[in-house]
């Protein structure tokens, strides 16, 4: 096992699939001479040269849908948004030809395109670069969200959705780029909707994805440690496919949930999961499911008041707490 | 219009001192923001202005108070050179409620109502369409004033550049755009980005009038600017004009500058603004050494007065952040 970044796993992820198969190539604004926005490609360029590794105008649109198109040929474009704000440019070709062109052709056409970069809040950049976009993409059928957590999710995540045959839209985040996780020195891939316990418990179930899983391994720490509460924490990991065997395996066995999520909480991706439990788990519940989310506003700037719109390890803790 | 080709007339003293004390405010103030920046005053991200003051300054006086304007996440100059107070500005940087958007917005997202200040955009290319419609909406409610948009060249590779190129000049819309040209879109230089740098072409290929313009002028970008204007409230449709400048500074905080070298940078700050427009001054006798000293401490007093109204300033309590989402008006 190696202590290393998130960035740096992304990154290797990125060099053992570039060098496994010839057709993945990596392209996006600032990618490649400019080591990326946040360095996740640093050295590649260098490395694999201009054929691998290329540099785009600030044109998602079309360099999105040059990706998708490319992608019907056999190219594995690995696409980085600088951020997945700025998805919205490119959202035709995101939704209307990535998601349906497989189902339109019916069945004809392959579209294996990466299409990968952060998407957070917390940052104080405001609402036009804080999107959280997973519930919004996880609508649409024929897409695939992956929204790792961990350095070790994050490298194993992002093989598989390399070698996938689906658009696979994979969600990073910039406040853990530089956080370091445990990660083998040899090669692993992680399958796209299997969710991960993170921690053991029998009281109360927590379940989250992306940073918000962390936030949950915070709160169990503080759950165990002050209020004698022993919670399970359930990273989806994907979000589409999702994987509901796992969710409703922790309910059944603690028999109480509370859903975080840092995205907004209006068709969020903890209203699938509530609704998931409605049906399914309904008699194994001895509370209500409840809900902890960002709050639903777009994000503010000012510092001292965003760190309250994202929820905090103490948020669930209040939560949970309501419960018993 | 080839303005570069005839330099422009010399401007009155009073002028020229105007022209000066903005340029030297906003200098200041972006000098400080760095600063205010590295003691985590301001958070997020911070794109500096410097080195371009001359075109926010220069365009701003070819514009009347009931013009509207839309700028980049790169706006503290416009906005200064607008007319928004300084204090308002820094306090939205320090995230206050005094902030001329609330504290809400950040460095990126400043907003005035009171100057027609309609953003502060940190999307490349999405204030193009926007002023598009500001002046769609002026001419239909029959004002004559003129939308001035300012983007950097980067936004001439997004789509929404070239769609609101086509629709304003269609309807003959009453827009300014001004392409800040200052040769790099974050790490990438012109070359490798566009597949033709000339931005006046590119309006060409619109049927839209436009001209160049040495964008380190101030006086050449003011008579340009003007003539652009005139010729938009007479009828004659929208008008590009580019600014051929250059940012002193790095794109933002976190950038090492790997892609220009030193000389490059210092080579254009010779050419600077503040340097081209003083010399000329000095040159025509307009303009004296103490001049530039008294205004030096007249604007350092200004950006200190504004950092202390920003730290006076107050945090929005967390039980207002669903407040304007919505219309808290009923109907208009
Ligand atoms: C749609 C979109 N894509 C990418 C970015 C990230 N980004 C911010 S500024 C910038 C460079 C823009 O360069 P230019 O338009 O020339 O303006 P300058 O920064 O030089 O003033 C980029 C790529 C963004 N904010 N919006």
Redesign the pocket.
Known sequence: MALITYREALRHALAEEIQRDENVVILG??VAEYDG?YKVTEGLWKKFGDKRVCDTP?S?AAFIGMGIGASMLGLRPVME???W??A??AWDQIVNNAGFVRYMSGGLINCPIVIRGPANGGTNVGA??SHTPENMLANIPGLKVVCPATAYDAKGLLKSAIRDNDPVMFMENTLLYGEKWEVPEEEYVIPLGVADLKREGTDVSLIAHGRAALTALKAAELLAAEHDISAEVLDLRSIRPLDEEAILRTVRKTHRAVLIEENKPFCGVDAQISSLLMEKAFDDLDAPVLRISAIDAPAIYSPKVEVKQLPRPTDVVAKVLSLF | MGTDLFPPPLPTRDHALVLLRQMLLIRHFEERCAELYTQQKIRG?L?LYTG?EAVAVGVMQALDPRDAVVS???EHGHALARGIAPGAIMAEMFGRREGCSGGRGGSMHLFDAATRFYGGG?????GLPVAVGLALADRMQGRPQVSCCF????????GEFHESMNLAQLWRLPVLFVC???????G?ALSITESSADFTRKASGYGMAAGAVDGMDVLAVENSARAAVQAIRAGNGPFLLEARTY?FRA??MFDPELYRSREEVEHWREHGPLITLTRRLREAGLFAEEDFQALTREVEAEVEQAVAFAEAGTWEPVEDLCRFVYSEVERA
Do not use: D
């Open positions: 604004e600032e926005a600030i998602e948004l600088m951020f704000s700025f919205t440019v036009t670069h | 991200f794109h371009e980049t996440y790169r940190a999307i490349v290319g999405g983007f950097g060249e980067g936004a001439a590779a997004e800040e040209n200052n040769l790099y879109a974050m990438s940012r794109h933002s």
